[in-house]
């Protein structure tokens, strides 16, 4: 294998590793349990990043509705 020198990126990637493997990396549940991200399911981590999608669709539409008041009704 070839060495070839680190980047920042490469740098960034390797500290969420470790950050992740150690269990640091944590996701908060809706009851507020806090689950390690390593010890997530499959099914876990497609619901988590389901519900991450819909709230930021939630978030711009709601930045365009107060964008839209502030224009209007300012």
């Known amino acids: 294998m070839d060495n070839r020198k680190a980047t920042r990126a490469d740098l960034v990637k390797e500290l969420w590793l470790r ?3 150690s269990g640091a990396l ?3 549940t809706a009851s507020g349990e806090k689950v390690p991200v390593k010890d997530m399911t ?3 981590l497609k619901n988590a990043i389901r519900k991450m999608s819909e709230i930021e669709e939630y978030n711009e539409m709601a930045a365009e ?3 839209f008041i ?3 009704w300012g």
């Open 19 to 21: 950050e992740r493997n």
């Open 26 to 28: 944590v996701w908060e």
């Open 42 to 44: 499959d099914s876990h």
């Open 65 to 67: 509705l107060d964008a």
């Open 70 to 72: 502030s224009t209007r």
